[in-house]
């Protein structure tokens, strides 16, 4: 047989591109009447689960009007 991961593959499927994103969630946000979205973002507290929700928690406002508690 083949390589799951090899032909599973979808090319740009998860690329990192913050003006894409930055540009969908504009959309959504006209979309939905809102200026801005407060999200509640919950973990356990193990040092990766923390690391994890730190790193989430730094992407998520990259984006215009996002509040992370």
Same mark, same amino acid.
């Given at each position: 047989g083949k390589d799951f991961a090899d032909? /599973?593959?979808? &090319?740009g499927a998860v690329d990192y591109n913050l003006a894409e994103a930055k &540009?969908?969630?504009? @959309?959504g946000l006209k979309? *939905?009447? &809102? @200026? /801005?979205?407060? $999200?509640?973002? $919950? /973990? %356990?507290? *193990? %040092?990766v689960a923390k690391r994890t929700t730190e790193f989430v928690q /730094?992407?998520? *406002? &990259? $984006?215009?009007?996002? @509040?992370?508690?």
């Open positions: 032909e /599973s593959y979808v &090319k &540009k969908y969630w504009a @959309k979309e *939905t009447g &809102k @200026k /801005s979205v407060s $999200l509640t973002l $919950l /973990s %356990d507290d *193990t %040092d /730094s992407q998520l *406002t &990259k $984006l215009p009007g996002v @509040k992370i508690t």
